[in-house]
């Protein structure tokens, strides 16, 4: 197939590279050009971050796999494009696995890409990135010339090189110095805020916004969301980013050991503290404390702490010294705190000091399409644990995902693609190339609705209870009431306790009454 004329092609995006464009649209049009000049099934281009590949922009590629990170150690063809300054084409036979195998939208069963070329972008003469090519037919790309695909590559690092210096001159014309640098790199411990919906970018909008201050924030929203990802990106975001960021689940402890914890001790302050030791707060010194599930701690830990971030200072249990502090504060709660005032279990005035900018995570059901890239994103994760060169969804899975209401959010989307992924591949004695996720496969369900409660007039039958009797009976719907919450909760005890209208202490005691702890 002969391509068209270099010039012709390329004149569109020198053109480009004068106008105020939103990144995504720079980079569609560049993948859109490239694709005209060089004819593929399948573009991306990749921002290489660290030991990572990060697609920006694909074009006949699968959505899931703008949520993917490759990591390059992983996937030797990438490793191969990195090493070389110039484009490599690879063989049609070559053995070597493709990243993009079963990513390919393409009516044919045909999953695995034949024919893939690429070339590094070089930006201050080091590797910034790469262009991708992928076609299914074997030996499309053998007529091509390397040199149009190179003159291309150069265009595209200038593109990338306005974009990136656009949005410098932008931030710096905020502040510099709060730079908000909002996606973070994914690893063994650390995961990205993914998304591209509105309700996504309004989250990081704000994030941008209150990240550089050092203004107390209250994350909300619902028990899955990712509210701990956000606290990281508005710490990474700070002025204080390169200090601790310390983390304390509320819910987690009990609520004799919450105030070591926070405030630590000395020796000989309780049972058990047979040494000093520095609580939360001084470890978190010139940086950020993050408070999860704030909602959870005991009225009389609210008020010292509120103390702490008045005056910044505080007493560790059994001692008089005061140690000073300063830590910016960030709690989390999917407990809707105004309500806990008025009903008395939450202190006023501790509230209305921790939310001095109230930040709302939405929830899975209202972001869309970010569905399928958290997918992707989860996929190549699993891929990699499992040892599949390739682990994709089908049309129907994709539509599945996109009809689900996600009660449980991005956790529940998380252990839903590694679960669903561990079993279909039982189901494949030989260990397949491509393994494809199915709706099946998935399994999603709605959630079930309770059945009513038996009418009065319609009398119990003495042949249902147990033969425990009456209190055997309560005990078996108390166990399966419990269960049934805390699978609704991803075992989180706190919000099964407000669900179930119980103590969370009472709701424990319960439980190992019931044989549940």
């Not at 509120?306 to 010294?321: H, M, N």
């Not at 039958?461 to 108390?478: F, M």
């Amino acid at each position: 197939m002969t391509a068209k004329p270099l010039l012709t092609t390329l004149l569109p995006l020198v053109s480009d590279l004068s106008r105020d464009l939103p990144d995504q649209e720079r980079y569609r049009r560049l993948l859109q050009a490239m694709r005209g000049l060089l004819p593929c099934d399948a573009a991306a281009l990749l921002r290489l971050d660290g030991e990572w590949l990060v697609p920006l922009a694909v074009d006949g590629l699968s959505p899931d796999t703008l949520g993917r990170r490759f990591r390059v150690s992983e996937h030797p063809r990438f490793q191969i494009l990195l090493s070389r300054p110039e484009p490599t084409r690879f063989a049609s036979d070559s053995e070597l696995p493709d990243p993009y195998d079963g990513l390919v939208n393409t009516p044919d069963a045909n999953l695995e890409v034949h024919d893939c070329m690429g070339c590094p972008l070089m930006v201050d003469e080091r590797p910034w990135g790469l262009v991708t090519l992928d076609a299914l037919t074997p030996g499309q790309f053998q007529s091509l010339e390397l040199d149009a695909l190179q003159a291309f590559a150069s265009l595209a690092a200038a593109t990338v090189t306005v974009a990136e210096r656009i949005e410098n001159l932008a931030l710096r014309a905020e502040d510099e110095h709060h730079r908000a640098e909002i996606y973070r790199q994914a690893s063994g411990q650390d995961k990205e805020l993914i998304g591209q919906s509105p309700a996504h970018k309004r989250l990081v909008e704000e994030i941008r916004l209150v990240g550089g201050s050092d203004l107390t924030v209250l994350i909300t929203g619902e028990t899955g969301v990712g509210k701990e990802l956000v606290a990281q990106a508005l710490h990474k975001a700070s002025n204080r980013a390169d200090k601790p960021l310390v983390s304390l689940n509320c819910a987690a402890l009990p609520d004799t050991l919450v105030e070591s914890e926070l405030f630590g001790h000395v020796r000989g302050a309780f049972t058990g503290a047979h040494g000093e030791r520095r609580g939360k707060f001084e470890l978190a010194n010139g940086g950020t404390l993050f408070l999860d599930e704030v909602g959870e701690l005991p009225l009389t830990v609210q008020a010292k702490l509120l103390r702490v971030l008045q005056s910044g200072q505080l007493q560790r249990l059994g001692s008089d010294r005061e140690h000073r502090v300063d830590v910016r504060l960030i709690a989390a709660t999917n407990r809707d705190l105004a309500e806990e005032v008025r009903t008395g279990n939450f202190r006023a005035d501790f509230y209305h000091r921790l939310s001095v900018y109230p930040l709302h995570v939405p929830p899975l059901r209202e972001r869309g399409r970010d569905v399928l890239l958290l997918a992707g994103y989860f996929l190549e994760q699993n891929r990699s644990r499992l040892g599949l060169n390739s682990l994709r969804l089908s049309s129907g899975a994709q539509a599945a995902l996109l009809a689900y209401s996600w009660p449980g959010n991005v956790r529940e989307l998380e252990h839903l693609i590694g679960r669903s992924a561990l079993k279909a591949l039982g189901q494949h004695p030989n260990r397949p190339r491509i393994l494809t996720l199915e709706a099946i496969d998935l399994d999603l369900r709605p959630m079930a609705t309770p059945a009513p409660p038996p009418s009065p007039a319609a009398p119990l039958q003495a042949a249902l209870l147990p033969e425990g009797g009456l209190r055997e009976a309560v005990d078996v719907y108390q166990r399966q009431m419990i269960e049934a919450c805390l699978q609704r909760h991803q075992e989180n005890w706190a919000a099964a306790a407000r669900e179930l209208g119980l103590d969370r202490a009472n709701l424990s005691r319960l439980a190992r009454r019931l044989g549940l702890r």
